[in-house]
Structure formats: structure tokens, C-alpha cells
């Protein structure tokens, strides 16, 4: 018994050091062996698997591939195909099975549900069936397949002989050109037997023979159209891409008869295409009900018009869906616009807020674009090219097409030099995509159909003109944006009784038309029309604790003989939210955070120097310099600068060029002087019609023999110290603002 053991692991072992004689064989010749060359838009010979492969001991690596059977796009496949998930260079090498049963070859034939599922069946080491239910299970599935292998028999497998096909795919034949040579080289590439033999005898009577004559005509065609596309463009070098384009556009494909494929290989297929993002569950997010397939999607905003705009005017206007997504720099899901020619065309935002993508290309302009130099591989897709896009980018593009859209963004080589506040945000009650079919009821035509019960009908009072009513909401300038104004109009109706140029009450506005002017949340004593008697901008309505005698509120407010009146009002850095989208500094702009992406600050920056040695001793010789130094927090009491934020040319012009900062101080206590990274605390101006400045910053550079280190935490002065008068005579303070501002 131990004998017989023995050579059984012998002759096992020989089996296995012969197996991989061969594998290696292959591979050396698939190394050295040039590719064959394959049709260059065969996309209806969609590239299939070889039989079922086996490891070095020649048992079958997976059971699934014994039952479970794919469809091609045009048949049945010879066996189910098998899923390389390692690199080439990393996993074993299959070896294709030199001899398989004709019920394994013919079985393949079979629709899948004709078998057993293989994840039911149970196999031990050597292959055969585990248990009684097992092997019942497997003759049951060998009887069904047994009609259609007789039927078949003679067409298939009578004189059947097996061949191993190449691991690596098809290659380049490099023989002496015997037929029985060649003939069993295409079968070793892929070419499946029956698809290369007729019943007359003629090549041109096979498959393979009309697959030929086929591609030859495609081929001769698409030569042609390459020539004519040359003699359209004669003077310039026509584009790999456009030439793609025009060669899909304009060759014309045979029908196809309904067979499997004729090559069947395991060439690598091309890369994938990235996977569609999806939703990154959190442990919250499944708390919430997100995350599993039955997840209630009722909610979802309802579909928008696409936004694109077409090169020849107009929008696309195709139906827009939404559907959740994520991005690579944040966990949070989004909500996302899904056009069916533009791809990603709106993000929700809150407040039912839209912010559209109208810059989005469909497949055939990105063709005609430059290649993206970052392809996108598992990241951010570019809403305009499809590249790689930015993380970061608010608006989700890559650098090139950011610029080119000219919006702003603060991610560097973006749009940063547009102005701020231009996002495409609209409320989604405007952009809704409307039936083609949808029919917009006539107010003219007599009678009219009834509006929709879920329509609240609107009051229109009996012999009433409608008011055009325009309200502008400015916002002034803040640390984070430009300061900039929003339109928005609608229609009230008075009796007509008021007149031509009757009076516009309070009680007029009603909750809609509150709602059009964005005036649901601002009170109407803020509003503001222009009076001709105090030339200007006055209150129109007076609340109860104001006094409608005061000059600053009208009188009456009258719309013109036009029936239209405009209105302003101011909006503070908490009402921007209701026009556009906040911005991050506004937001958190309470805290106590330091701020790298404010806009500069105005400062007056001046240089006292003292011509005597100590502290403040003897004459004072100023020079003063208007500068933009950086601003590092919300409120100007709370700002900080220092020597480094004053550029070259302002710290030269100051005189600090060769100054000995450790005599040097901005009116405080500096115990060792200062450095170039010291932070100073300015001072707030005065503001004056000719001043604009938002702070001031006075450095004092004191005398030779001063010495910080033995400085008093206070100092008196003499009268006759020299010190300048801060208060002193007026005629000094206005020669001194004179030279400077004029």
C-alpha cells in the first residue's frame, strides 16, 4: 500500500512537471510571436472565450463553469467566459484542455436553464460527486443534454478533434503555407469549426467566407471615405478624431445573420470604462434608510429641461432625471441632473436652488475637442471633456475647462480671476421640463378649461389693472464678495377706481406676490423708492414706531402712468442665501477662524521717524503709502497685519528699506523690537468723502540710542519732548492730509 502510494504522488508529480513544460512553452512562443491582424470596428464580432480552462493538474479551476452557461450577443458561446482578476504577469497561466467530453462540448449549447445550478452541486478532490443528491442531480442534467447531442452528433462532433488554442489570443501565422497547416492555425486563433466549413465545399458558402467578403467591402469603403475626406480638406491636416467621427457617420454595415461569433480569443479586452458612481453608504446613511436597493426615491426633485446650450442658439431641452451621486474630496451624496446626449447637467442645492451645468458637451463635440491630458481613471468625471476633474472644483471641471467657462473657483490654475458670485443658480420651479405634449392654456380664448384642483386658483378682484412691481435686492461688498444686485418683478392688481397714477398700498402685496419678489422673509418698511422732492431714495412704508412725517419716508407711494414702480432694498450677508449661493466665509464668518481667501484690505500705512536719539525725541518726518495687505479675519477690529504683507516698493517708499526693526514699534509696548512677522494691530479711520481707507497702521521708527529692552511699560513726556502734537493746531493737520491726498 505505501508502495503504490508512493508512485501515485510520482506520477502525479510527473503530470504536474509536464503540465507546466507545456504552459511555459506556450508562453514563450506567445512572447515572441507578432500580433494577427484583427477588423478595426468589428463591433458586431464581440470577442468571446476558448473552452473551459484548467490548472496544472487538469481538474477544472471553477464548478460554475460545468453549469452555469452565458449568451453571447449572437448565440450560445462554446463555455462561459472566465474573469482574469489578476495582472498577466501575476496569475497562473490556464491551460486550454486538450480532451473534453462531446456531452461538455455539446452542453454549451444549451440555455442555462436547462441545467442544474453548479452552486447546488458538491465535488470532492478527485471530481466526482459528494453526495447522492449530487450525483441524482448530475445524471439528471446529463439526460436532458442527451437529445440534443444525438441531434447534433453528426454536424459536430463525428469527426471532431480537439485543438488547445492560444493563451494569449490570436497571432500572426508563420508557417510554409500548407493548407492543413494554416487550416489548423485559425482553429488554434479561435476560429470556431463549423463557422469555417460549408456544405458546397466554397469558402465564400461559409461564415467565415461572408465574413471576409464583408469586412474586404467595409474595409475598401472606408478607404475611400478617408480619400474623400482628404479632398474636402486639402489645406489643412484632418484630426485622428474627426476623421473617426466621419468614418462612423458615413460607412454603411450589412445586416447581420443571427449566429454566434465567429472568433472566440482571450485577448485582453480594452480597459473599461469607469464605473458609475454611486452613493458611498456611511453607518448613519443606512440608519436613514439610504443605501439599500428598495430605498424610497419619491422624493427625488422632479426632472429639469437640460440647460446645454447648442452651438447654433437654444438650449437642449431633453428631460433631465436625478439620481444620487458622490465626489472624490467629500463623503456628503449629492443630488445630480442626468441628460441622456450631455450627461451630468445640474446639482441640487438647497432651498429647491438649481445650479445649472449649461457648458456640458454631447459625445460627438467631445470628439472634436482636445484630448484631456489627465484622463479620468476611477476619479471625478470633467462635466465639459469627461477628463480627470478636480475634487475641489465647485463647479466639476478640470483647469483647462474651468478657465475656458469663466466662472470663478478658488482651486489653483482654475478660474480665480473671474469675479465672484457668478454660479448658474436658478430655482428649480424655473428650469421644470414640461411635456411636449403640455398645452399652455390661452387666457384670450373663450371659455377657458378649469386650472388643476392642486392649483390654488388666484384672486383677481372685479375692474382691477394690474401694477408691474420691480424690487432690486442689493448687497454691499463684504470681506468675501463684490457687492452685486438681483431683478425680480411681478403683477398686483388695484382697483381701478385709484387712477392712472393712484397709490400702491402695503395691504397690496399679497403672499404670492411676496413670494415673486423674494419678500416673504423681509419686512416691507425696508423698501425704498426714489422721490423727486428729496432727490434720492426714501422709505416707502413707515412701520408703527416710525413716523411717516420724518423726510426720510415718502409721503405716498404712486406708481407712474406706465402702471409700473421699482423698489429697493438693502440685503444683509444672512439674506444672500435667498439670491445665491452662500459662500464658505459668509457662512462661518462667527467664528473665530483666520482667513486665507478674503479680499484685501485698504490700508493707510504710515512711517513716523524721530531725528533724535530715544523714545519719540526731536523732529518727525512722515511718509504715508496707500497699500492692499491681506486679510485675515471677518471684522476689521479683529484684523492683524505685518511688515511682510507691504510689498518692495511701499516698505522702500516708507523708508523702512534700512531701518533697525528692533527700534521699531506701532505705538504698543514692544519688548524687543519686531520682526518682519510680527503681528500689529492696526487702527480704523475716520471715513471722509476723499477717504476710502479701512484701516490705519502707524509704525514709529524711534532714535539711535533707543533701546526696546529697557523700555518702561509706560512713558511720560515733557512738554518740550519734540513729541507731535496729535491735537495740535489745525492748519498742521491740513497741510499734512493736503500734501498727502492732494
Known sequence: EVDSDVEKRQAKARRRTKQKEINAKDRAEAATAPPIPYPTAPSFDSPVDSWVPVDDNGRFDDTQHAGNFARGQRGYKAASQQQQQKAAKKRKPNKVAQSLRDVQIEGAFVPSTAGVDADDLQYDDDGYAADAATAAAADEHATQRAGFVAMSLDEHASDFTEVGEYETGPRAYTGSGDPAELFLHLRRCGLALERMLSKSGKLEDSDLGAFLVRHRRITRQQHQLRL??????????VDLRMERAY?????????????????RTFTPMPARRPARRVVRVTSSMRRCGMGRVDMNLGDSPPPIACPAEHVAGGTCGHKSEWGPTTRSSSKKPYWVATCPMHLLVGVYRAQRRVELRPWAQTMAARL???APSHPAAQGDLCTRCLGAANGLCRHWLCAPCCRAVGLFCKVRNHGKDAPRGTAIIRNISDVLWRDPDHEVIDVDAIPDSPLPALVPPVYIPPESIGIEVNVEHRWKTNPARIGDSAFYTTIIHVPTARGERGPLLASDFTDISLSDLRLTNIALDRLRTWCHTAVGYVYAYANGNDSSDDEEYAVDVHYDDEQRIDFIVDIDVDEIALHCEPMEEEVRRGEDKTWDTLRDVKVLVEAWHYSEPGYRKGRVVKRMVEAHMVRRRWELEDCQLCLNDINDADFKYLGLEDANLLKMDDGKQRVGGIDMDTMLDPGLTITRFHDDHELRLVLHVHGSEYNPRK???????????GLPDEDGPAWRRRRLNDSFFH
Do not use: C, W, Y
Open 368 to 370: 472634436l475637442m482636445p
Open 711 to 721: 523700555r518702561r511699560a509706560s512713558v511720560v513726556h515733557d512738554e518740550g519732548s
Open 228 to 237: 474623400d475626406l482628404q479632398t474636402e480638406n486639402p489645406d489643412q491636416k
Open 247 to 263: 468614418l462612423s457617420a458615413h460607412t454603411t454595415v450589412d445586416a447581420l445573420p443571427p449566429n454566434r461569433p465567429i472568433v
